[in-house]
């Protein structure tokens, strides 16, 4: 895999696995483009990291994307490497009818819609690229699901399975496509979701998860699993039903 001299985008980039991404491909001497909706927090970034280009852009919104896509392609002449990774996760108890229900449609839009829209629209720039790099953040969650998140994980599985899926349909393009399931990261998705302090799910450093990424990366791996996440997927397929109990102990809470 070409380590250097890319240009790459990254979403949700401006914080969490998405900066430390960000980092450690601008340490290897690439041109870093990060995207996200909250442009104080964009320019943040740009501040502590000036040779980082930002981009304010939502990844739910047709018109963004379609602008995004322009934009790079004017200023840049296209991407090399597209990273989904922006994502959110909602705790929620399926059994409470008072649930919001906009919010869960608002994480299937976010964490499976809006990779299959970037892609959609970044797809005659990768295929214009000599060494083009599809990566997509999913989840060791993809593997078993933890029931207090049921959509994240949900929508995790989905984007595993797409991204097997769509592997053998960009073969023939010299596209390559890379799966970065993480564990539990200390970010603050994981903090909004309460989780971070969770001991069962071992959250691990963003820094320690881009070293990881990067050392498989760079070896061609299609398939990276951080962590618990390289457990999950074992023990997801010799005794299901034993690591589905142990990821789920704790009593579903009254999550509205």
């Excluded at 993480?182 to 450093?205: Q, R, S």
């Excluded at 990424?213 to 299609?222: L, V």
């Amino acid at each position: 895999m070409k380590q250097s001299k890319q240009i790459v985008l990254i979403t949700g980039g401006s914080s969490g696995i998405g900066l430390a991404l960000a980092e450690k491909f601008k340490e290897n001497d690439n041109t870093v483009i990060i995207t996200g909706r909250n442009l104080s927090k964009l320019e943040t970034v740009q501040k502590d990291f000036p040779k980082i280009q930002i981009f304010q852009s939502d990844v739910t919104n047709d018109a963004d994307v379609r602008m995004l896509a322009d934009d790079i392609q004017e200023k840049f002449g296209g991407i090399d490497i597209l990273i989904n990774n922006a994502g959110i996760m909602n705790l929620v108890d399926a059994g409470n009818g008072g649930n919001d229900l906009q919010k869960q449609m608002q994480e299937i839009e976010i964490n499976y819609n809006s990779p299959i829209r970037l892609l959609h629209y970044f797809l005659p720039q990768l295929k214009k690229s000599k060494s083009a790099v599809l990566v997509n953040v999913s989840s060791g969650l993809a593997y078993v699901p933890f029931a207090q998140a049921p959509t994240y994980s949900g929508t995790k599985s989905a984007i595993h399975f797409w991204t097997k899926g769509i592997r053998l349909q960009l073969k023939p393009h010299n596209i390559k496509v890379v799966e970065l399931l993480p564990p539990v990261v200390d970010t603050p998705l994981a903090h909004g979701a309460d989780i971070a302090e969770d001991d069962n799910l071992k959250p691990m450093p963003p820094e320690k998860l881009a070293d990881i990424f990067w050392k498989d990366f760079i070896k061609g791996k299609e398939e990276i699993t951080p962590g618990i996440s390289k457990q999950l997927k074992l023990m997801g397929r010799l005794a299901p039903k034993f690591i589905f109990n142990q990821l789920n102990k704790k009593p579903i809470p009254n999550y509205n």
